[in-house]
């Protein structure tokens, strides 16, 4: 078990090379806008399938937040997609235990499928309304404190300068 060693790059995470991919999914696991549209357009159809039947039989009243759950990542180059619903602040969930939540989540789920590579975008730093800076701060600290079997590089997306800048400072 150790601590993976941690990478920030400003990009695209739908064409990244790495054993999982993290969306910031809703509930539904449907899809959306964002990184989640972004990584559907990607995958094509037989991601939505698989994340149809995830839903069916596992979370028929949808994933709740701060959980994750993997499937095939389709035409991606990388072999998984682990999907995760950040809290969302415009309906009051400002609890950052939420957030950490989504992060080792992932990471555990990712680790338990055998991956060594996972790259995450800035969970709930778009639509759901969080300061770019306190994502990176529980991303990075949340990260930083686990402990993984399998799992030794953990690669953050990010989108935008901004928010790039805004990992490199909680990396330190
Ligand atoms: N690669 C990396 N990062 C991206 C990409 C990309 N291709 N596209 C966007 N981002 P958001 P949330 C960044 O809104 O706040 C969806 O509709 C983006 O700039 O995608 O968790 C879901 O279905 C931002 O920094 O996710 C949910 O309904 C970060 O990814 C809802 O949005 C997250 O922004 C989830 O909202």
Redesign the pocket.
Known sequence: MATPRIEITL????TEDVDAVVN???SSLL?????????HAAAGPDLLAECRRVRASDYPDGLPTGRAVITGAGRMPARHVVHTV?P?RHVGQTDPALLESCFRESLRVADEAGCRSVAF??????????N?HEVARIAVRTVQTASCENVDLVRF????KR?EDAFQLALG
Do not use: K, R
């Open positions: 990009g695209d995470i739908t910031a999914a809703n899809g959306g806008g964002g990184v989640d549209g972004a990584i950040g969302n975008p800035a969970i709930s730093a778009g639509v759901y309304g969080w770019v997306v990010l989108f935008d928010s």
